[in-house]
């Protein structure tokens, strides 16, 4: 029963993952990340300017992380490879926000100054927010297919507990 579970688990978030490819907008995890990430701010503040503009990407990437390692500490590989997908997400939601550190187009909650704009432009490479960008967004695809292919594997090589 538990296999047959975790293979709807699984489907319903491949058809979800492929349909936020093919829409570009990732729905109610845009809303979670969103949160998380102002709530990064907060938590750095106290740790100087950069590291908080810097914080709400930071804890984008942690909370998920986190939360796959709680997982495999707890030897339940397909909860930590559903997380992952989260966590692939995460990564693409910054490097969107990340690629638009020139242009700033992106509407900001609050207004506000634009992280990666002003990191960047702090470190001198605004100029390669593109191509920095396009590394994370590729980080996050690699993250999200891996953890697809460790999540099916775990389901075909679970065996299945007697009630």
Request: aromatic share 16%.
């Amino acid at each position: 029963m538990k296999k047959i579970l975790n293979s709807i688990i699984l489907t319903v978030a491949i058809i979800y993952f492929l349909s936020c490819f093919i829409t570009g907008s990732w729905y109610f995890l845009d809303w979670v990340d969103l949160f998380i990430h102002e709530l990064g701010h907060l938590a750095f503040r106290p740790f100087g300017e950069m590291i908080y503009f810097a914080g709400g990407s930071i804890l984008q990437i942690l909370v998920p992380l986190l939360c796959a390692m709680y997982f495999l500490r707890n030897k339940d590989i397909f909860s930590s490879s559903i997380v992952c997908l989260w966590l692939g997400q995460s990564f693409i939601n910054i490097a969107i926000y990340l690629k638009d550190a020139q242009a700033m187009s992106l509407f900001l909650i609050g207004g506000g100054t634009h992280d990666w704009n002003f990191m960047l432009s702090r470190l001198g490479l605004l100029s390669q927010a593109e191509s920095f960008g396009n590394l994370v967004y590729s980080i996050g695809v690699l993250i999200i297919a891996l953890a697809g292919l460790i999540g099916a594997y775990s389901i075909y090589t679970a065996k299945e507990e007697l009630d």
